[in-house]
């Protein structure tokens, strides 16, 4: 690692230190009520955006799913209550934890920090059961992802969303979903084209796929998946065809591919 890459990664930490040290003054003026809890929301939101646009370019990927999470967190408020406040408050804490070590920590430890996030329910998914089971979801419509993603955590599945497929191939590699359920419309690269990266990588051809799509059967896009990546159809029984296929995907993650992968 040359002088200058250095010199600019610490620099990099200097700034997280300022960053993240304004996040827990705004945090904690809102809670006193010294702030209005939507201003400090916005504020929030634009430091954390900061911070994971530059996580990776400095080595610390951590610190870029650590702040995207947050910000997938926050996506959900209008103001953070006293319970939210916790949560952003574990997001803030756990990126001081890689800032002061000054490293990225290794792929076991990244896994364990990534599975004791908090994660963001509504009041009507609040009281279902969570598994120990992430699904990556991939979708540039606010509306779909909230239908779908009310349908996941209903069954207890920890919902981590992204809006396009650049940021899901790198949100794959870093967090290691065990399911990934995407859109199979979206802006530049699509769906269909993101589901054969992850197929091909080696990184996630073992992650359990699906697709979601308005195409009918015979198009030719939902035509060349592989028969193993179930398809659900938007539309009136867009639940009862994400039922069947998480039945599917469950399966999948019990196949010995996927053991082979999480050893």
Known sequence: MDDVYLTLQ?????????????????LNDAYTGQTDGAEALIKLRREAHTLKGMGNAFGFPLI????????DYMSHLSEPTAEHSKDIQYFIDRTWDVVRRGENPSDSETREVLRALPVFRSHQNINADELDTEILLVC???????KIGNDL??????IINVSNALDALSMAVSMHPDIIITSGVLKGLNGFDLVRALSAMHATKHVPLAVFTSFDAEHPEVMSLASSIPVVHLGPDVSDELTLALTNLEYQTLAPSHVDRAS
């Open 153 to 158: 955590t209903a069954y207890g599945f920890r």
């Open 64 to 71: 870029t799913v650590l702040t995207h999470r947050l910000e």
């Open 10 to 26: 610490s620099e990099f930490l200097d700034e997280a230190r300022d960053r993240l040290g304004e996040m827990e003054d705004c």
């Open 140 to 146: 540039d419509s606010q509306t779909i992802a909230r």
